[in-house]
């Protein structure tokens, strides 16, 4: 996905099946280079990222697994006084009803990352950057047959804006099926308008995703 020394990414969108802990999906540096990457072993598990045009205030990546607590990844506000914003880079494990969530989130003026999981394997790993403007969270839960069978619901998250990005920032609920479509969560950008959407379907009982944007 491009030289690492001018450029951060993240995931902006998962599909498939995360049935096992060998299900992940990871956008992560190697060798001074920004990689796209995943694994699977029941159907498929894909995944969706972009990247920002930034690396100020960058961070290592940081990793939680079931069972942890919430992982501390800073405060709200970098060191010249703007935003600090933290993406999804990594999502996996057995997501197997809305028992199983990853996210980052704010509380107490800091940036967190965490989840919970009655299954196995679940685990996300994060990176935030400096911005200078962030959106609020935009969270879809999609129910099986509502509003209709085959029916995505979606919410648009910016509108006429190619400067802004927008990636996850949590995902919920019950990925596992016989069809590797069967579910999604996806922030789209539609090229004739520059909006960008978040986009959530199932199949299956119930899935929820977040995502935000940052300028």
């Known amino acids: 996905m491009g030289d690492a020394s001018d450029r951060t990414c993240f995931l902006k969108g998962i599909i498939g099946d995360f049935e096992s802990a060998n299900e992940w999906v990871h956008a992560y540096i190697s060798g001074g280079r920004w990689y796209l990457h995943g694994n699977n072993t029941h159907g498929s598990a894909r995944a969706l990222a972009t990247c920002v045009s930034s690396t100020l205030g960058r961070t290592a990546e940081v990793s939680w697994s079931q069972g942890e607590a919430?992982?501390?990844?800073g405060s709200e506000i970098g060191f010249i006084v703007l935003p600090r914003a933290c993406f999804l880079t990594r999502v996996g494990g057995d997501f197997n009803g809305m028992s199983e969530s990853v996210s980052v989130s704010r509380a107490s003026g800091r940036w967190w990352l965490g989840g919970s999981s009655s299954s196995t394997g679940?685990?996300?790993?994060?990176?935030?950057?400096?911005?200078?403007a962030m959106s609020t969270q935009a969270t879809l839960a999609h129910q099986f047959g509502v509003p209709g069978e085959g029916?995505?619901?979606?919410?648009?998250?910016?509108?006429g804006d190619?400067?802004?990005q927008c990636m996850l920032t949590g995902v919920a609920g019950e990925f596992s099926s016989d069809n590797q479509n069967d579910h999604s969560i996806i922030v789209w950008r539609?090229?004739?308008?520059?909006?960008?959407?978040?986009?959530?379907w199932t199949t299956r009982s119930r899935i929820q995703g977040r995502a935000s944007c940052v300028k």
């Open 151 to 159: 029916v995505p619901i979606y919410t648009t998250m910016t509108s």
């Open 70 to 73: 919430n992982v501390d990844l």
């Open 122 to 132: 679940v685990h996300a790993r994060a990176r935030c950057i400096t911005v200078s």
């Open 190 to 200: 539609l090229p004739e308008v520059q909006d960008q959407i978040l986009s959530v």
């Open 162 to 164: 190619f400067d802004t």
